[in-house]
């Protein structure tokens, strides 16, 4: 089945600096490529998406590049701001035995610091 | 709009005794649902998952069940509460129609004491 493999576990930044937390799949048929971001007692919450036939998307201050090649995946923080601070899930998607599934990264749990 | 309703938010159980967590979506026809257990300080175990009425994958076996016996209805339960059932449980829905984005219900943090 997919693995999904998450670095760092944890983050300390600067107010301003950025931030950028790294993913890596193992099934080459995965095809969607999530981010979430929970905060504390809190649902996850979906923060930017990228699709396979994509290499990059961007929203204001958040970006995702992917890399089919190397079946990797990249979360870009710019301006962090304390409110950032929350941990963050990267996610792939694949087809089980029986319909399709997010498969998650272990979390990176990021700080900002003012 | 959809919307994802679980029930109850926070739950007290004692070992050995039973569980029935209720999640309902709003608002979309044949949507997949997910079920997920998250431990404290940690990532999100898909626990199953179900893409109809009456069909049900389970991704890990455990002490745990789920059932949909309706569209936009799914059910995790238990006979026989562990202390290590313990967590932060989370349902989940996609549309099957174009869009790819998961949902995540508000949660029930469940202690098993």
């Known amino acids: 089945g997919e693995n999904v493999e998450q670095h760092p576990s944890t983050l300390s930044v600067q107010e301003g600096d950025s931030a950028v937390i790294k993913c890596t799949y193992s099934?080459?048929?995965?095809?969607?490529f999530p981010w979430y971001k929970q905060e504390l007692g809190k649902r996850p919450q979906l923060i930017i998406d990228?699709?396979?036939?994509?290499g990059e998307k961007k929203d204001q201050r958040i970006a995702v590049t992917l890399n089919k090649t190397a079946k990797h995946f990249s979360l870009h923080i710019t301006e962090t701001q304390p409110e950032d601070s929350a941990v963050y899930f990267c996610?792939?998607?694949?087809?089980?035995?029986?319909?399709?599934?997010?498969?998650f990264g272990t979390g990176t749990r990021l700080a900002v610091r003012p | 709009s959809q919307t994802i309703h679980q029930w109850p938010a926070t739950l007290v159980q004692p070992v050995g005794s039973p569980l029935s967590l209720e999640c309902t979506v709003e608002?979309?026809?044949?949507?997949?649902l997910y079920w997920y257990r998250q431990a404290a300080g940690r990532g999100l175990q898909l626990l199953f998952y179900?893409?109809?009425?009456?069909?049900i994958s389970s991704e890990v076996p455990q002490n745990l069940s789920a059932s949909r016996p309706q569209d936009r209805q799914f059910i995790l339960s238990s006979k026989k509460l562990l202390l290590s059932d313990s967590g932060f449980y989370l349902c989940?829905?996609?549309?099957?129609?174009?869009?790819?984005?998961?949902?995540f219900g508000s949660g029930t943090r469940l202690t098993v004491v």
């Open positions: 989940a829905w996609r549309s099957p129609e174009g869009r790819n984005r998961y949902t």
């Open positions: 099934d080459s048929a995965s095809n969607y």
């Open positions: 990228i699709r396979s036939n994509v």
């Open positions: 996610a792939a998607r694949t087809m089980g035995s029986s319909g399709d599934k997010l498969t």
């Open positions: 608002g979309t026809s044949n949507p997949n």
């Open positions: 179900s893409v109809g009425i009456g069909q």
